[in-house]
């Protein structure tokens, strides 16, 4: 049974939450810790990734997955630098890539395995 009844559609739902939070104007909480924002960065991307992987890792590799999605953290990066409300941050674009591998490795962990 699959964990998600429908992946594709929680899939780009989530892609179009995080591209609206990623340029839409926020007001950003009290920080806890100085890189808070980089663990949503983390969290953000890292379930976007295992939503891309349960819609379409049937399909694609999980790698070629992971470059797609690296590659649209990139281009938001690029069009939040292009806002004058927000701006581009290299480091978000190293968060993101962080939670892609963090959950590809445990993917891939967990499928040698079974």
Not at 22 to 36: E, F, M, T
Not at 74 to 84: F, G, K, R, V
Not at 87 to 102: E, M, V
Request: aromatic residues 14%; contains cysteine.
């Amino acid at each position: 049974m699959p964990l998600l009844k429908n992946p594709k559609l929680f899939f780009w739902l989530a892609i179009v939450a995080v591209t609206l939070l990623s340029l839409l104007p926020i007001n950003v909480p009290q920080k806890l810790v100085s890189w808070q924002d980089k663990i949503h960065h983390s969290i953000a991307y890292g379930a976007l990734y295992f939503l891309a992987i349960c819609a379409y890792g049937f399909r694609f590799s999980i790698w070629r997955i992971g470059a797609i999605l690296v590659l649209f953290g990139l281009l938001m990066e690029i069009a939040q630098s292009m806002i004058a409300y927000r701006y581009g941050d290299p480091f978000d674009l190293l968060a993101n890539t962080s939670g892609i591998l963090l959950v590809g490795v445990a993917y891939s962990m967990r499928r040698r395995r079974s």
